[in-house]
């Protein structure tokens, strides 16, 4: 049973910062390149960015560029997502997402297996 469990969600002020984690079980997990993707309110689902395997490389979104960092521990099985400058154009619910090794793209359908997410509210 593959499971991927999103945590650290919640309520922040604008201007602030946010960590999330996701942490995987049922699976090898530095068999597969991570990723996060975000849904806002009234929105389709969009690529945050993605990490290969190993951690070697990062690719991010246009609006996460500068702002939110993905990492990854292999040996905790768990990605993670910084996220600083928080506005309220980032609240929405945020999702980590397993795509077997070297298949990762910015496309949900590149995509293995889901987490159930994590809601983010930012405040004005």
């Known amino acids: 049973q593959v499971q991927l469990v999103e945590s650290g969600g919640g309520l922040v002020q604008a201007g602030g910062s946010l960590s999330l984690s996701c942490t995987a079980s049922g699976l090898t997990f530095s068999n597969f390149d991570m990723a996060w993707f975000r849904q806002g309110p009234g929105k389709e689902r969009e690529s945050v960015g993605f990490?290969?395997?190993?951690?070697?490389?990062?690719f991010y979104a246009e609006y996460a560029k500068g702002r939110f960092t993905i990492s990854r521990d292999n040996a905790k099985n768990t990605v993670y997502l910084r996220m600083n400058s928080l506005q309220p154009e980032d609240t929405a619910v945020y999702y980590c997402?397993?795509?077997?090794?070297?298949?990762?793209?910015?496309?949900?359908?590149?995509?293995?297996?889901w987490g159930q997410g994590t809601e983010v509210t930012v405040s004005s």
């Open positions: 997402a397993a795509a077997i090794r070297g298949s990762a793209t910015y496309f949900d359908i590149s995509y293995d297996y």
């Open positions: 990490i290969t395997w190993s951690g070697g490389d990062t």
